[in-house]
């Protein structure tokens, strides 16, 4: 039976290859029939084993050890039944999300479609002063949070249950399909990130500098840099893609 829902991964990892994954968790959010979203019961944590030693810099990270995985399934293994569960998915979300697609490949996936909460923040609350997950959880108060079930932070399951009330006030703020067009793009950046301007709006800055900043090597900062120019008229909008022949049967 499907479920209109997204799943809200978080990951723990021991390093960044491909098979480094020490903690998965979950958490739902799902479509009700009055069309708002909220948050399930459907939750949960398995500990992978990374098959190969934690370092200590990451235990410090996560306090995961080496024998709490021991005996844990691979993420091979384990990773399809958290990310294609009975009743699929209509996409799954993350925060900062291009970290979990590094582990989560479209063949473990199914080629499911992914939400970056870190993006749409960026979109929905340009105001704030911070876009990190547990900035986000203090700066906005996301309603109906339970401290405790929120606690560690660093775990994954914790992790995954903050975000996913994010990403509930997103989809009751935007829609599901403009959340996922926003997260194929880089970060819209509400302001200048680094160096000598970093904090000023991108409206304050010259144009002569923006030119200077849309070829960063930064995808977010450049990106952000174009879409000034182009509010600007100094940049033409980028050419539709060309429709599709139809073809008559």
């Not at 499907?2 to 903690?23: K, M, P, W, Y």
């Not at 691979?74 to 399809?80: I, L, M, V």
């Not at 582990?103 to 911070?130: N, Q, Y």
């Not at 994954?156 to 403009?178: F, G, I």
Request: proline share 8%.
């Amino acid at each position: 039976m499907f479920v209109a829902r997204v799943r809200v991964i978080d990951l723990e990892t021991a390093g960044s290859s491909a098979q480094d994954v020490c903690e998965v968790g979950w958490q739902d959010v799902v479509a009700e029939p009055d069309g708002r979203w909220s948050l399930s019961e459907e939750r949960g944590a398995l500990l992978i084993n990374p098959g190969r030693p934690i370092s200590p810099a990451t235990m410090a990270v996560h306090h995961i050890l080496d024998a709490d995985v021991a005996d844990a399934p691979f993420w091979r293994d384990a990773a399809p039944s958290v990310l294609q569960p009975p009743g699929g998915v209509l996409a799954l979300a993350a925060h900062r999300a291009s970290f979990e697609q590094n582990f989560c490949r479209p063949r473990l996936t199914g080629g499911a479609r992914w939400i970056c909460t870190w993006k749409c923040a960026l979109r929905l609350w340009p105001h704030l002063p911070s876009f990190s997950n547990q900035m986000l959880r203090y700066e906005r108060m996301p309603e109906g949070l339970i401290q405790a079930i929120g606690l560690p932070a660093h775990r994954a399951m914790p992790d995954a249950y903050v975000t996913a009330h994010h990403l509930r006030d997103m989809l009751n703020q935007a829609s599901l399909e403009q959340l996922l067009e926003w997260s194929a793009e880089p970060g819209l950046l509400p302001r200048m990130p680094t160096g000598p301007e970093r904090g000023r709006s991108w409206e304050s800055l010259a144009s002569e500098r923006l030119i200077a900043l849309s070829r960063d090597r930064d995808a977010d900062i450049r990106f952000t840099a174009e879409t000034e120019l182009r509010r600007r008229g100094l940049v033409e909008e980028p050419a539709a893609p060309p429709l599709a022949q139809r073809t008559l049967f």
